[in-house]
């Protein structure tokens, strides 16, 4: 078993083409010895986004705190804390922070993720 805060672990830029004010925290992972998924904890400023993007495997994702506006191809779905989102895999999707405050949310990907390739939006190559 692992327990730590979130706090405790490392904050980093999101470096992809398109992020605008996004960290990322890994807090679990394969080093803690988890078998199957990863738990990111990602933190958007406000006016901040994810870039616009799509892959092979899925995200289920709680929203902490804030609110926001996922885009799922061109279609806008609002969401605020308390929300549950289901990205199913080659989904274009981006997560935009509409509100005055950070933007926080969970993501757990499987560990397949990490040797797949990112498959960019062709209209705008962000994640």
């Known amino acids: 078993m692992k327990l730590h805060h979130v ?5 980093a830029a999101v470096d992809m ?7 990322v925290r ?7 010895g988890a078998p199957n998924f990863a738990m990111r904890q990602f933190e958007v400023e406000p006016g901040g986004h994810t870039p616009k993007h799509s ?5 289920e994702v709680y929203i902490v705190e804030g609110t926001g506006l996922i885009l799922e191809g061109n279609v806008e779905h609002r969401f605020q804390a308390g929300d549950v989102i289901y990205v199913a895999p080659n989904d274009v999707h981006q997560f935009r922070n509409t509100g005055a405050t950070p933007l926080k949310f ?10 797949a390739p990112i498959h960019q939006a062709p209209e705008c190559g962000e994640h």
């Open 7 to 11: 706090e405790d672990v490392a904050s």
């Open 106 to 115: 969970l993501c757990l990907v499987p560990h397949s993720s990490k040797n």
């Open 55 to 59: 892959h092979p495997y899925e995200h």
């Open 17 to 23: 083409p398109g992020a605008t004010g996004c960290r």
């Open 26 to 32: 890994w807090l679990i992972g394969e080093p803690d």
